[in-house]
């Protein structure tokens, strides 16, 4: 307004706000190749699940696994902190909705038992699954060396948001270019939401970021503390410093949208905006075969003072392998999301995830307009 | 936000989104000629009906002709798959909500039979009414020579994204430049959404595109591979290439914007953003004469292992004709849609569709606000 | 996105989008002075009241006058249809809502009696009050002159779009500067929504334009056949219309916004869009003065072949005096209309109505967001 | 649209609208320092409550001295009508709904009583706390010298838009740069929302700003008279007219946004868009503790034609000391807020809140999608 300016706004999108532009060329779907390489690494498809309890233990990473995905196991929750996780899994499931709270609040107060880390590592390492666990920065230093001698083939450190740049007086905070040089499997580390963060922890030597704080509205991190990105300006932001880096140094470095999906079109639009794969939560809590069993809660590294344990139910949508490879009968796009995915590709004329990255996007709000709605595009 | 980007994203516009700006000069209604061309046929009014089971079949395609518009006959639908296509939407009309997904999924696995290709187009014939035929990209080179030795006037390509380059290992891709030579009769392509894919048809010698890619945010397309444009958007796009090649080659190609539109307004806002006709499905389902009778079905030419099938009650609003020319006691614009196009055309003084295409848009979001409603433009 | 652009978009804003922003000056409201002047006429408040028969009758045009404004008359509706007007306007409050349409719809069918137009002006004169009189393009030649001759003090010559340059093959278009020419009182004319429309009526000759065209996303006109521009954007036009043509030739001619405007909030930003005065529909009808006695309908003059008729109930929300000058116990802005534009123009240390135009705007779009309100602004 | 403009409009935006962007370095929560300096005084946390009878007292004023922060006290509400404030509020409580707004009405109607004045500011005092009270800019002259005199430690001068250059007649208008050469204690001085407004009024020399005219769309003087800033817009251009006079005089005046924040998210975007505190109405006067227990009604100074006096049932939340520091088991933001602070900090790595005010805020508006909800970000 012709007056000095505190600061500049830029607009950032979300994914019910940009959509996909087809191109000028097409691509049958059964040519094209979705899978996502992390160092040596090959995933058969670009999806991880998250290590939160409620949907990856050790029986739903192997599962994971030979979909041709990856499960991430949670070191810090009720896997390490119970010898009989599954019980203490089956009393949350059966806990009435006002006992839920108090009772995961106790649960979740028990102490971790280094012990178990191995154990869990190896429960999915003998069934012949690659093995991906999350630690928070504060134990990453303890507990990485002890998941690795287990078999640990992939290591993520993972908090609301993780900077190569942290400062604490309570602990010493976790160096992660001295990190990188003893570790000798992948590492990934999140989650960050823009680009000086994520060239910042590409320059440690990791191995991928995870990409996501607070990327919804209705996130309790933009909820209570006013922070978070949505996730398609996120994901551009990472991927741009990913390219950066690349070009630079040759070494390319994984961008992993983690949150916020929900539908194939979502995961479509996380690779257009640059991601290499995606994390899903609830997405996964939601097939039959998840710990959860239709019922979800929040990792249990939550902030000192603020509210934790609320479990909230997601229902049962079907198999992982309907999810995943359906066949399904519903049109919402929350199914059959590779098939959705290897379409989308093909209506890009991609026939790789690095291709289907250099499609265009457009800004389609899908806002609520009075009393009317669109026909169905048959 | 000072750092490189990883791609740029423009905004893109729905019918919600945008109105037509009155200029400085009216015409009376009674004077102005909506007439739409194509090669040598002139329709009287533009209006195409899609080409769906439950919108088009021979005797609407007859009164489609009668009413001065143009009924697209699908030509892989149930009026090839059966002797007596009349019975069988019949059992479809008839089926409770539960059986009509299994249902349909059994009917459309019924193979073609090539011999009811001449048929169909010979019934809309002997009515002496333009007929046209819609065919997948798949099936064209087999299909197209058929329904044109029958008598077929137009040809329509049509898939959801239909391009110039399109690869396959599994079918030789349809080469519209060969097969333009080949064919004597129109041909319209789609669908399409942006320029350069428009462009690229074109210079293949076809006669008109279909605009239309996952055009609303409830679109399957965009929720479930987050491809689509808003309407607006690729109709002005595609239209943007037709004068560039129509400056360039003097040929010119009609630009049909297919989908998303309900109301006369919708019509109006296609036409003035480029379009020289408009493709209606929903719209012509809800006429009593449609074989839907109330119901509308997808198109049976889906992806393959995504869901097709489902049955949703449209209703009906009254004849064709009310439907076209009134009279109407709705307020909402979705009936009397050929004189809303006249009084419209009027309003801007355009004598024409090419006048109308002049005027003027603006963005002009009808946004949702907080317990407030405008008031009635009396 | 780097190709040719069929058309250039423009954002256009509506009341609910837009906000007044307070200045470095604050004025005593008892200190401002709101009157409004059109010729030789100053109206102590820049309220019009909209030319619908359920809005002003002779008794409503003399009431707005004594209150300070000034009520406008429909010479093609009921009052000079029928001798006893009075009656007719009771049998349709009496109809019931199955009734009300057909009934409207013969009751506008009866023939225009221009003896009665100089009745009803003189039933308006005799009690000592400015008369302004409402007629379409079409009749101004015939009937301005009887108007005025029987006492008519101001001329509005009103359509849904009214242009300078009107085509028409079944009468000759009003030419306005002619007509101008041969008028002794001042005229207005509209509705118009751009600055070349509003500058060719202004080149005219005339006084005033009625500004607004589809003002609403929920209005007939833009519904049915897709035109309009929202309030603020269609005054901000016209308003630069006259300035530019007030700066050339020294002549000042009136702007007045039509319609869209619900609060005092609505009548402050159109005033410092750029109005010089406001008019309104549904408020007039809901005071328990106006002919319609809680009930609206639509001018007589409809398009031919679109619905007209419709009776909608807008209840009543108090007495002519209440809604212009309190007290008032409601808080939605609603009422108290007069005293709300002095505390606005005083909040912006505006002596005057020009001053109050010179206020700053700002997009603040109240979007309906996810499950959370605004507290309230003690 | 390539013709001359009225004006033009920016984009203003609202909390809902904005989110902090996380940056490259993080801080442990319990090493920030939320404090806030006003003259020679020191807040341990920049909390203010709002001078409204429902919100502060002597009591509450003392509380939120206890609890680190600064009640403003209304010294022209009912503490300084009536002798026995607290039997008045207790009638206020208990009133039925109907009974409330004329009782309000009739309370508020009664004298002030300046030997109340020092009583009031006495009461505080005497238990240790300091004392804020607000005064209107037409009794400032009278109340002040009192005020202080019986110890007021800090002056709030507050109207709905106060400038430092107001006319009026029928009082001498308060002249800051006088009247703070007079002043011996710190004066904050508001409503203002704009970088004109504010540097006008840090140019006499005055110690805040209150920051907040109109911010929310279902504001009363938004809807009344169309005036209103959202707070992010409002605090920014403030906190710009702050550090322009800053950098030009090297005094630094404190910048508070008040009003429109409800969670712990909130408060961080206003002090990120440059506040260095905030004051919060309706969040205090939820606490166990408010004299409105569970009610709140507006200033007793509202324009003398306009409504005043509706009592609105806000509900009781929990003790100050939960909502300021919980502990808490809701996630919706609205309690532990200065814990959501300390976290906010640290995620941006700010120790203070002047380096929070560095932090990038993104615009990323919470639109409401058609049927689709963002999936909880875990």
């Known amino acids: 307004m012709g007056v000095p300016q505190f600061k500049e706004i830029h607009r950032a999108y979300g994914f019910d706000e940009i959509s996909i532009v087809p191109g000028p060329v097409t691509v049958n779907p059964d040519q094209v190749d979705p899978s996502f390489k992390l160092g040596s690494l090959t995933l058969k498809i670009p999806f991880l699940a998250s290590a939160m309890d409620a949907v990856v233990g050790p029986r739903f990473a192997v599962l994971m696994h030979q979909m041709g995905g990856l499960g991430v196991m ?10 009989n996780a599954e019980d203490v899994l089956e009393r949350i499931r059966k806990a009435s909705q006002e006992e839920a709270t108090p009772l995961l609040q106790k649960l979740y107060a028990a102490p971790l038992k280094e012990e178990l880390i191995g154990r869990r590592v190896r429960e999915i390492k003998e069934q012949g699954a690659v093995c991906a666990v999350s630690i928070t920065p504060q134990n990453t230093k303890r507990f990485a060396p002890l998941a690795v001698e287990a078999g640990a083939d992939i290591i993520v450190v993972q908090s609301t948001v993780t900077t190569a740049r942290h400062v604490s007086k309570s602990y010493r905070g976790l160096i992660f270019s001295e990190f990188m040089e003893a570790m000798k499997v992948p590492v990934i580390v999140g989650n960050c939401a823009t680009y000086d963060a994520a060239r910042e922890l590409m320059e440690t030597g990791i191995d991928g970021v995870l ?3 607070g990327p919804g509205a ?8 006013g922070v978070g990105v949505p996730q398609v300006t996120a994901t551009l932001d990472c991927a741009a410093a990913r390219e ?4 630079r140094t040759g070494r390319y470095v994984a961008v992993i949208t983690d949150g916020g999906m929900r539908t194939g079109g979502d995961i479509c639009k996380a690779i257009v905006s640059g991601a290499d794969a995606v994390m899903l939560g609830t997405t996964f809590a939601q097939t039959e075969e998840a710990p959860g069993r239709g019922y ?29 490879y359906g066949p399904t009968s519903v049109t919402n796009g929350t199914q059959n999301l590779v098939n959705a995915l290897k379409v989308g590709m093909g209506m890009l004329g991609a026939f790789t ?17 009075e009393g009317k709605h669109y026909q169905l595009g048959f």
């Not at 209705?218 to 503390?225: F, S």
């Open 218 to 225: 209705a996130c309790t991190t933009r909820e209570v503390v």
């Open 296 to 324: 979800n809660w929040g990792m249990a590294t939550s902030h000192l003072e603020l509210p934790r344990g609320t479990r909230v139910t997601v229902g049962t949508q079907g198999t992982l392998k309907q999810i995943l």
């Open 353 to 369: 995830i690095r291709d289907f990255q250099q499609a265009e996007l457009t800004f389609a709000p899908a806002i609520k307009t």
């Open 244 to 247: 950066e880096y690349f070009h």
């Open 211 to 213: 990409v996501g704080v």
């Open 74 to 83: 949670n070191l810090e929750g009720l896997q390490t902190r119970y010898d």
